[in-house]
């Protein structure tokens, strides 16, 4: 653990025009929320969402920091986990805010992970044709990636956030100290977000995490808001330039092709994180790549050496007691949100920072890797 030097803060603009919004990142800036905020508001009102896990640590302190800047906040606490992105979440959190009266110029708080952000930034979306919302992200992989972007949805029997809407935030605060009590497993799946940006394009960032990640897990404060800021900025400049994912955000799903077909396998329970997933999945990514003469074998090599040194899964055979088919995994990938015209949508590359999307791949050749994969 560092000293945090609270006075350092690093600003991300978000550019888009009328829904541009700045993610800020630093320590403390629970306890400053409320001078935070205040600026976006269009009243002096808030209700926080948030989840029990999260309420215990966080809840009193940035209530605490609204009233101290004359901010009303009411709070709404639901259970943690995923299936708090379900229908029913969702039927009863709308209720609980109409309940509350709120109106077209509240502002909605999600205060937490991927989970809660996602939920909220729905409601948001759609309570009274579209309230403002702000994204105060506790986990790593919410501050790195989730709160940031305007991608907001529940998941359906069919899958992970087949129903949702873009919707930006009006401002993401990343509070670096909310991660010290982020445990362990939680923080290395975030992890594997960050070093998605490095994979994606840009190969001086994925050294420095090699040299920097085992400080990022520890508690290295320096690091850690080093890594959520270039994170941020890497995100920020992908969905500026295509907020919709019409072309360039889709390599954002590096490895979320194969992760979303592990995770959907394993029925989107505790036994695989989203970011394990994606771990597994980047891995799989490279190694298809080299399989098929696109990318070095040393770079599939390098990504899989440098996750498995922080003990992060690259492998389906690290989860326990399942056993794997590779047609099982490709008909989860067929039924992903991103098939088009019965393709599925596959990220692959050129190397360590060199990401992008073929027209088309075979998906014996998918297969064929996953098949090495299972049996590894
Ligand atoms: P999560 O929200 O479930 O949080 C993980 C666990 O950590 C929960 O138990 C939570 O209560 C707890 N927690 C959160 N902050 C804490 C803290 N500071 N201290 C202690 N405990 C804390 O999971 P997540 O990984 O943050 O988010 C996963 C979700 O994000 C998935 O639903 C995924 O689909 C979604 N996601 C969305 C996007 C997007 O662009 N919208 C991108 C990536 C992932
Ligand atoms: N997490 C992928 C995206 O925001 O597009």
Redesign the pocket.
């Known amino acids: 653990m560092t000293i945090i030097d609270r006075s350092a803060v690093d600003v991300v603009r978000v550019d888009l025009g009328s829904r541009s919004y700045e993610i800020k990142i630093g320590g403390g800036l629970v306890a400053r929320a409320g001078e935070l905020v205040a600026p976006v508001l269009k009243q002096k009102r808030t209700a926080i969402v948030t989840?029990?896990?999260?309420a215990r640590?966080?809840l009193d302190e940035l209530q605490q920091s609204l009233r101290s800047a004359g901010i009303a906040s009411e709070a709404i606490t639901l259970p943690?986990?995923?299936s708090a992105?379900s229908f029913s979440q969702l039927e009863s959190l709308c209720d609980q805010l109409l309940d509350l009266k709120v109106e077209r110029s509240t502002t909605l708080i999600a205060l937490?992970?991927?989970?809660?952000?996602?939920l909220t930034?729905f409601a948001a979306s759609i309570l009274l044709r579209g309230i403002d919302f702000i994204q105060v992200?506790?986990?790593l992989?919410?501050q790195v990636?989730?709160s940031?972007?305007g991608?907001?949805?529940i998941?359906s029997a069919q899958g992970?956030?087949l129903i949702g809407s873009f919707h930006q935030p009006r401002l993401v605060l990343a509070d670096i100290e909310?991660?010290d009590?982020?445990?362990r497993r939680?923080l290395l799946?975030?992890y594997a977000?960050v070093v998605k940006y490095g994979l994606i394009n840009d190969p001086a960032f994925f050294t420095w995490c090699e040299g920097h990640g085992a400080g990022i897990i520890s508690g290295d404060a320096g690091a850690r808001r080093h890594a959520i800021a270039a994170s941020c900025r890497a995100k920020a400049a992908i969905v500026g330039a295509d907020e919709r994912e019409s072309g360039a955000r889709a390599l954002l799903n590096l490895g979320h092709t194969f992760g979303h077909a592990l995770e959907a396998e394993c029925g989107y329970s505790d036994d695989l994180?989203?970011?394990e997933a994606v771990a597994i999945g980047m891995v799989m990514a490279y190694d298809l790549s080299a399989r098929l003469g696109l990318c070095p074998l040393e770079d599939a090599a390098r990504v899989q050496r440098h996750l498995a040194s922080l003990g992060l899964p690259t492998s389906p055979t690290w989860i326990d007691g399942r056993s794997w088919s590779s047609a099982r995994l490709v008909e989860h990938m067929s039924q992903d949100k991103k098939v088009k015209d019965g393709r599925i949508g596959f990220v692959l590359t050129r190397g360590i920072g060199q990401a992008f999307t073929p027209a088309y791949v075979e998906l014996a050749d998918v297969a064929a890797m996953l098949d090495e994969a299972i049996a590894a």
């Open positions: 989840d029990s896990h999260v640590w966080y943690p986990g995923e992105k937490g992970g991927g989970v809660i952000g996602d930034g992200p506790t986990t992989l919410a990636d989730s940031v972007g991608k907001t949805g998941n992970k956030n909310v991660l009590t982020l445990p939680e799946a975030g977000e994180l989203h970011g």
